[in-house]
C-alpha cells in the first residue's frame, strides 16, 4: 500500500526556517482543502448512514474502533450522543487501543494488535444489528482490522474510514476514504487525516440521529437537560417553536420532566403530560408529524 500520510509535503519543506506567522499560514492553507475532500466521498458516507439508521431502528448499536487520534475521535464523537440527542450511553460506542488510559497518553504498541480488536468486539458482545467502523488515517493498523474481522464473523455491518487508498479486503463492507494527502510534518495524522476524520464521524453521527427524528428543523429538540445552559437551550427551543414567552416555555418544561419535545407538544396543542407522550410515541419519536 501506498502510505500517502507517511510522504513529504513540498508545500512544507523547509518550514523550520519559516517566521511564526508563515508556519501558520501553510498549515491554515492545506487544512482549507479538507471540507473539498470530504465532499468526495459524501456518497460513501451516504450509504454508512442509511446502514446505521436501518441497524439502530432493528436495536443496533454503532461501534468505533481506533488507535491513537483515531480512537479518540472515535470516543468523542459518541460521547458528545447522549447530551445531544438524549440517547443511551450504550447507543454509540468508541474503543480505543489500549483502553481510557490512551485517551490522555500515548499507548503506541497497543495499535499492533490483531488479538486485541477481536478480542474487545467480543468484550462488546457486538451481533449482526451493529454497525462496527474502524477508523485508522493509514488504513493498516492491525487493532483496528482485527476487531474488523472479528465484527464480520458476528455478522455486524462492517465500515473502515481512512486517509489512504486502501483495497477492500472481504470483511469491510464499506470505505470511506477521503484522500488528504501528505501532512504539514509527515506522517503526523493527527492534522489533516485528523481533521478530515472529525468531519466525517460529524457528518456520520449528526445524520443518524437526525433520521432517528431528533431533530427540528435545525433545532436539538432531544436535548437531555443537565446544566443551566442546555436549560436556558431548551426554553429557547421551546419559546421559539411555540411562539411564546419564556415564562411559558419554562413552564411547560417543568410539566414535562424535562422533555423537550413533549413540552412543546403539551405547550403547542395544549395536551396534558401522557396525552403528549402518547402522540410523540404514536408518530415514533417525530415532532413535525406529531404537530401536524
Known amino acids: 500500500m501506498d502510505n500517502i500520510t507517511e510522504k513529504q509535503n513540498s508545500k512544507s519543506k523547509r518550514i523550520d526556517t519559516l517566521s511564526t506567522l508563515e508556519i501558520l499560514s501553510v498549515i491554515n492553507k492545506e487544512d482549507q482543502s479538507i471540507a473539498s475532500i470530504v465532499e468526495k466521498v459524501i456518497p460513501d458516507i451516504k450509504l454508512v448512514v442509511d446502514c446505521i439508521v436501518h441497524n439502530f431502528k432493528n436495536g ?3 461501534f468505533y474502533f481506533g488507535c491513537g487520534t483515531s480512537g479518540r475521535l472515535g470516543v468523542l464523537d459518541a460521547s458528545e450522543c447522549p447530551p445531544t440527542f438524549s440517547v443511551s ?3 454509540v460506542r468508541g474503543v480505543i487501543a489500549g483502553g481510557n488510559k490512551a485517551l490522555v497518553e500515548s499507548v503506541e504498541k497497543a495499535e499492533d494488535s490483531l488479538s486485541k480488536g477481536k ?4 468484550k462488546n458482545k457486538i451481533n449482526k444489528f451493529d454497525t462496527v467502523i474502524g477508523i485508522s488515517a493509514i488504513g493498516t493498523a492491525n487493532y483496528v482490522h482485527g476487531a474488523l474481522i472479528q465484527a ?3 455478522k455486524a455491518q462492517t465500515v473502515l474510514v481512512c486517509c489512504n487508498n486502501y483495497k477492500k479486503h472481504k470483511y469491510v463492507d464499506y470505505v470511506i476514504s477521503a484522500i488528504v494527502g501528505p501532512e504539514i510534518i509527515a506522517g503526523s495524522t493527527r492534522m ?5 476524520t472529525k468531519m466525517i464521524l460529524n457528518m456520520i453521527s449528526t ?5 432517528l427524528n431528533k431533530v427540528y428543523d435545525n433545532l436539538m429538540v432531544d436535548v437531555k437537560v443537565s446544566n443551566k445552559k442546555l436549560f436556558n437551550r431548551a426554553i429557547n427551543i421551546i419559546s421559539n417553536i411555540c411562539s411564546c414567552d419564556l415564562k411559558y416555555a419554562r413552564m411547560a418544561l417543568n410539566k414535562s420532566k424535562g422533555n423537550v419535545k413533549v413540552a412543546i ?3 403547542n396543542k395544549n395536551l396534558s403530560f401522557l396525552q403528549s407522550v402518547k402522540l410523540l410515541d404514536k408518530y415514533n419519536g417525530n415532532l413535525r408529524m406529531a404537530l401536524k
Open 60 to 62: 443496533g448499536r454503532l
Open 89 to 91: 450511553k450504550r447507543l
Open 119 to 122: 478480542h474487545d468486539v467480543l
Open 152 to 154: 464480520k464473523k458476528k
Open 192 to 196: 489533516k487525516a485528523g481533521t478530515a
Open 207 to 211: 445524520t443518524a440521529m437526525i433520521k
Open 265 to 267: 407538544i403539551m405547550q
